[in-house]
């Protein structure tokens, strides 16, 4: 349960300061670390699928970061991002945490 715990909180947090880097440097840091591309591609996600979108980037393997800074830089708001990313964050470390916990039960 404290890795669960540790590894949700550690991400959220990582996450919030992505989304602070990107509302505070904008698209400009952003396009020089990952590209132009990756910015035209996120820009798409996130007005299509907004708030669900943070979650999906959170729970499966695209990349949190880029959805939190994008997040930051086309404005979303704070609070209902904080919440998609725990929510995402949560499924997937419980999943992966839990899971491997009740696998390693069966050889003990």
């Known amino acids: 349960m404290k890795s669960f715990l540790v590894a949700l909180f550690s991400s959220v947090a990582g996450g919030v300061f992505g989304f602070w880097l990107g509302k505070k440097f904008g698209q400009k840091i952003f396009k020089k670390l990952f590209g132009k591309k990756w910015l035209t591609k996120i820009e798409k996600f996130?007005?299509?699928?907004?708030?669900?979108?943070?979650f999906l980037c959170a729970f499966s393997p695209i990349p949190f970061k880029i959805a939190a800074w994008g997040a930051g830089i086309f404005k979303m708001p704070l609070s209902k991002f904080i919440i998609a990313s725990f929510l995402g964050r949560g499924m997937r470390f419980a999943i992966?945490?839990?899971g491997i916990e009740f696998i390693l039960s069966f050889f003990q």
């Open 96 to 98: 992966s945490t839990f």
């Open 46 to 54: 996130l007005k299509k699928w907004g708030i669900v979108g943070v």
